[in-house]
C-alpha cells in the first residue's frame, strides 16, 4: 500500500508533503511561531516544507519537535503511512466511562463514513485518479486510528 511516485520510482510522500504544510498552517502563529522555536526565520521553514524548494528539506529532529510544539502527529501519521504502517495512539484509557467510550465509538464509525465518501466521490467518474486515491487513503489510515484508540478504551474496561 506505499505506492511509488511514477516520476521517481520512490516512495510517494505526498502525504507526508502535506501533513507537513497543515501542522505549520494550523498552529497558532503558523511558520513565525513555530519558526521561533526551531531558531528558524518563518522564510526558512515555509521553505523546508516546500516540495517545490529540492535544497530545503525539513529534518527529522525539527519534525519531531514541532510535533510535541503543536501536538499534532500527523506527519508521524503520514510517515507511517509512506512504509505501509500505522500509529497508535498509546493514551492513558483507564478512567474511561461510557459515555467516552460511546463518543469513541461513534467517532470511529464517523471516520468509516469519511472513508466511504471519499471512494464514492472518485469513482463518481469511473476511474480514481492520484490525489483521490490519496484522499481515500488519508481517510482510512484514520479510521484505522480511530479503530485502535477505541480499542484501547475497550481494553481500559477489561475487569479480570
Avoid at 511509488?4 to 516512495?11: H, I, V
Avoid at 505526498?14 to 519558526?35: D, F, I, P, S
Avoid at 500509529?87 to 492513558?92: C, K, M, Q, R, S
Avoid at 466511562?97 to 463514513?113: F, P, Q, S, V
Wanted: hydrophobic share 40%; proline share 4%; aromatic share 6%.
Amino acid at each position: 500500500m506505499n505506492p511509488l511516485n511514477p516520476k521517481t520510482g520512490q516512495p510517494d510522500t505526498t502525504l507526508v508533503e502535506q501533513a507537513m504544510k497543515a501542522t505549520v498552517r494550523n498552529y497558532k502563529g503558523g511558520a513565525q511561531a513555530l519558526g521561533a522555536h526551531l531558531n528558524k526565520s518563518p522564510g526558512v521553514l515555509s521553505n523546508e516544507i516546500n516540495p517545490s524548494q529540492p535544497h530545503h528539506k525539513l529534518g527529522l529532529l525539527d519534525a519531531i519537535l514541532i510535533m510535541h510544539i503543536t501536538r499534532d502527529v500527523q506527519i508521524l501519521k503520514a510517515m507511517a503511512a509512506c512504509v505501509n504502517h500505522s500509529i497508535i495512539n498509546l493514551g492513558d484509557f483507564s478512567a474511561t466511562c461510557d459515555t467516552e467510550l460511546l463518543n469513541m465509538y461513534a467517532r470511529w464509525h464517523a471516520e468509516i463514513g469519511d472513508v466511504s465518501r471519499e471512494v464514492s466521490a472518485a469513482l463518481s467518474d469511473g476511474r480514481i485518479t492520484r490525489d483521490e486515491f490519496h484522499r481515500i487513503r488519508k481517510e482510512g489510515m484514520e479510521q484505522i486510528h480511530f479503530f485502535f484508540e477505541f480499542l484501547a478504551r475497550v481494553e481500559a474496561l477489561i475487569d479480570d
